[in-house]
């Protein structure tokens, strides 16, 4: 027989670092919630059938589908309430209150139902017109419990896709037609180096790995943070963000938890590396400085009338214009202005309709951005030199650009024209050459271009070394592509730089484990010496 003593401590050493049951069992949420839907939804479905078809009675399938039902709504419920515990933070948002207490009290109707339905059962076994008369009540309490599921399933939607994950797409909103302007303005933009580094450094790193759960769309947690006030709202002891405070802050804490800790921020893939959770922790140091959001923030109506009625996330009305809204565009270095013609919007609105129809995808980079990801893979016929117009009206407001496989030449690369904004261009597999990457110019923010089986040589290595940004070039089945060639883009950028030139030899392509030992039965036999 074990000791007490021993099983006191089994106990101990389980709930300090065992397995989280109870956070497990909260996660069979997703999973069971739809027994209860579904069989529901049928049950309802098959005698209101009964109905339509106008037979008597009540469907023997109604009891065993109410009760299957049933009992799974209560399984579900539980973890759901278990769920919301451990996942939402005791999260009081409305979306969740309703899921939960609306699926709550269903449960208890589909309950009541199952009694109802075994009861009303043996009645109508009896025969007899109030046994009948009981079946209609019956049914229309069911397609009230049914239209309660359905509603219950909606808000349980919202909140794992965002809210509106539906409806947006049953009743999309309406778009508001702009008319182009006359006559172009323009407006500057001046932030502090502080408000400069958030956006350019910290921003982005949110807008990668934390506003597809703490966003416009989804609050996890009771959390938003793409604006200002969202961010600080309520009182300053439940902010995850303490300005001045990085090693106090909730933010700092869950990103710099081990990826095995189910707390850990973001919840999935590998997690920020050293150098972002650096950068936040500046940002925080240095106060939080965060350019007020127009969503619900003062000065909102001077930021809209600034840009037409949008006005840029994040943005105040003192550090926002039509330039801002347009194009997403700050000032990166020093307390430097921008200045951005208004009419830009107009035409790249207009470019990207063109494209679509050629079967370009167009889309914004992020949900509150207004760069733009362009993938031009999929046109039929494939894109090529005669859609250069299109593309240059973009270029100001394009992050990303992917022309791989298009019929994009150097002449058409030639008309594109200035891209400040751009990130990652793809040319591989065009006839793109050292000619077109010369015409393209300085591309300030590029950090990554693919050039397989382009055309381009070693003449490119200048225009290369011109790119301060550029971190990563891809130049498998090019000309480049070899030891003498890759040096000599090295050494082009320099010594200092930290550029990876990509070819054939893709370090990511070779085995990581050590070789194996070769079997001795197999190796040929050594050969006696003479």
Known sequence: MVPHSDLLGLVAIL????????????????????????????????EWWRVASRRSGMSPLTLPLLAIAAASAVVSTATGWVNAAYEYGGDASETLNLHRWIGTGTTVV?????????????ELAKGGAAAMASLGSFRWAALVGGAAIGFTGHLGGDLVHGKGYIAEVLFPPAKAVEEPKETETTGVVSLSADEQFFLSDVRPIFEANCFECHGPRKQKGGLRMDTKDWLFNGEEADWSVLPGKAAESLLVHRVELDRADPDAMPPEGNGLNTDEIAKIRRWIDAGAPYP???AGAGGAGEASAATGGTSAPGISA?????AVAALGTVAIAGNSSVEIPASIRAKAEAASKALIAR???VQPLAADSALLDVNATRADPPLGDADAALLADLAPVV??????????TDAGLAQIGAMPNLERLRLDGTQAGDAGLSALGALPRLESINLVGSKVTVASAAWIASQGALKRVYVWQTAVDNPEGIKALMDARGSGAKLEVIGADLPLAQPKT??????PAAAPAEQPKQ
């Open 514 to 519: 050590p070789p194996m030992p070769e079997d």
């Open 399 to 408: 992050a990303n650009l992917n022309l791989a496989k298009s019929a994009i």
């Open 318 to 322: 003192t550090a926002t214009n039509a």
């Open 15 to 46: 709930a300090d670092g065992g397995p989280d049951i109870a956070r497990a069992s909260g996660r069979l949420h997703p999973g069971v919630v739809h027994f209860p839907i579904a069989l529901g939804l049928v049950a309802v479905l098959v």
């Open 292 to 294: 007020e959001g127009s």
């Open 359 to 361: 079967g370009v995808l």
């Open 110 to 122: 589909f309950v009541a139902l199952t009694w109802w339905c075994w009861t009303l059962s043996i």
